[in-house]
């Protein structure tokens, strides 16, 4: 059955973690991806198995910077241009980067290099972009 969590009424990660255990799936659609955020239930997610259909899904709607929303507004009146791979794969990487930027706020630990790995790996085992 589905539960949806809003972090106002409910500890999140105290009611998220048990949820998740007897959970086969799980989608996400959050604000902000905070990378410290994700070890507290990666663990979990790890033991997933995408080919049984256990997958986690994360949906991030993150500000744009002013320079992108003018770029759309262009776009869009000259007629927008889809995604092409070389772009996806841009802005994959740029995300990367805002990710491993974020482990350098505070004394980075080698918990915060492992979690930032977790995610690679978790991200290419569920088959790329979901």
Known sequence: MPRIFDNIDQKLLDTLRP???????????????NLRGWQAIDDV????????GQVCRVLIGMQRPPQD???????TANGAVPLDNATATRLITRFAE?????????????????????????????????
Do not use: M
């Open 69 to 75: 929303d003018i770029k759309a507004i262009y776009q």
């Open 98 to 130: 805002h990710l491993k930027e974020q482990i350098t706020f505070g004394i980075p630990t080698g918990r915060d290099e492992d979690g930032l790995r977790a995610l690679a790996r978790q991200r290419c085992a569920g088959g790329g972009r979901e």
């Open 45 to 52: 997610v790890a033991q997933w198995v995408p080919a049984n």
């Open 19 to 33: 949820t998740l255990t007897q959970s086969t799936h799980a989608d996400f659609c959050i604000g902000y991806f």
